[in-house]
């Protein structure tokens, strides 16, 4: 098996640095002409600036301003961070072993850094946290959903706890809070097929083979409110919240269905009721079977009145 060739930077914020492959052929005198067209969102003048610095580097160190194109080299540098406000929320450990790392994710922290959430992840920040520079997400929850992810940390078990969540073995349990429909029956399994588009932010259910699969259970219910358990089969993006929503009871805190609302990403008030409750599978590893509860609670169901007065959840 081909060996990972390793960065010759090291990480930083516990990530490891980019790496540009440059191309077998081309117009570009020097590596500068080469990434200013490469990378057409960063100023040219901070290619400068990072060049002069050592910043961009290559096997044999850093990269003077005018170094020479060469056909199918690979260069490394770090990115620029975005901005971002902090997540004011903690990380719940579960578990941990020398294989894996399970966590309560709260609402409003994404698994894995992508976008304009970098530091402020739950990856980079329980590398920095717990010193865990090899860890890895076996599968990954929304940003807005909280509850349990399940961790990799001996790089050599990758494999095998990755291909779990692949193969769907893993069985997972959601708990949600939504409008309590009586007329609705209940438990049901919903079939649907759904569609999620680059670039397009929500998703959405079109006739033909489905390809998305969820038990739905009402466990409990007042005031208008019902407590759901949903079993999903299989993994479509928002594939929970769509389900719901087709019943015509849509989770609260959704703002993508049934309409799309244009909130702040930086707003932790009212977040989506949705929390991954428990993970179960057969280890990989020890053949043991496991499993694993979310320590967290729904707010919109425990205090309705805080949830619905934008109060932070805690």
């Known amino acids: 098996m081909r060996r990972r060739q390793q960065p010759p930077l090291p990480k930083r914020h516990g990530l490891d640095p980019a790496r540009l492959r440059l191309p077998?052929?081309?117009?570009?005198?020097t590596v500068r002409d080469h990434l200013v067209e490469r990378l057409p969102r960063v100023d040219p003048a901070r290619i400068d600036e990072m060049l002069r610095a050592g910043e961009i580097v290559d096997l044999d160190g850093p990269l003077a301003?005018?170094?020479?194109?060469?056909?199918?080299?690979?260069?490394?540098?770090?990115?620029?961070?975005?901005?971002?406000?902090?997540?004011?929320?903690?990380?719940?450990?579960?578990?941990?072993?020398?294989d894996?790392?399970?966590?309560?994710?709260p609402h409003f922290l994404a698994t894995i850094p992508r976008g304009q959430h970098i530091l402020q992840t739950a990856l980079v920040r329980l590398r920095r946290?717990?010193?865990?520079?090899?860890?890895?997400?076996?599968?990954?929850?929304?940003?807005?959903?909280?509850?349990?992810?399940?961790?990799?940390?001996?790089?050599?078990?990758?494999?095998?706890?990755?291909?779990?969540?692949?193969?769907?073995?893993?069985?997972?349990?959601?708990?949600?809070?939504?409008?309590?429909?009586?007329?609705?029956?209940?438990?049901?399994?919903?079939?649907?097929?759904?569609?999620?588009?680059?670039?397009?932010?929500?998703?959405?259910?079109?006739?033909?083979?489905?390809?998305?699969?969820t038990e739905v259970e009402l466990t409990e219910h007042r005031d208008g409110l019902g407590r759901y358990r949903l079993r999903p089969h299989t993994g479509r993006t928002h594939q929970l919240r769509l389900h719901m929503n087709s019943l015509g009871v849509p989770i609260l805190g959704d703002d993508f269905y049934p309409v799309l609302t244009d909130k702040s990403v930086d707003d932790y008030t009212r977040p989506?009721?949705?929390?991954?409750?428990?993970?179960?599978?057969?280890?990989?590893?020890?053949?043991?079977?496991?499993?694993?509860?979310?320590?967290?609670?729904?707010?919109?169901?425990?205090?309705?009145?805080g949830w619905a007065a934008g109060a932070q959840p805690t």
């Open 24 to 29: 077998e052929d081309g117009p570009w005198t």
């Open 65 to 98: 301003p005018d170094a020479p194109f060469v056909p199918g080299g690979a260069v490394w540098f770090h990115r620029d961070l975005p901005v971002e406000r902090e997540v004011p929320f903690e990380i719940g450990i579960v578990h941990r072993d020398d």
């Open 100 to 105: 894996i790392l399970v966590v309560d994710k």
């Open 129 to 213: 946290e717990l010193d865990l520079p090899d860890l890895i997400p076996a599968h990954r929850l929304d940003r807005v959903t909280a509850g349990l992810v399940l961790f990799v940390v001996n790089p050599a078990a990758r494999g095998a706890y990755q291909t779990m969540f692949h193969r769907r073995t893993v069985r997972k349990e959601y708990e949600a809070v939504a409008p309590y429909d009586p007329g609705l029956e209940l438990p049901r399994v919903v079939r649907s097929r759904i569609v999620k588009e680059k670039q397009v932010l929500a998703a959405y259910e079109v006739d033909g083979e489905p390809n998305a699969e």
């Open 272 to 305: 989506l009721q949705l929390l991954a409750a428990s993970l179960e599978f057969t280890d990989p590893r020890s053949g043991q079977p496991r499993r694993f509860e979310t320590r967290r609670t729904l707010q919109a169901w425990t205090d309705p009145a």
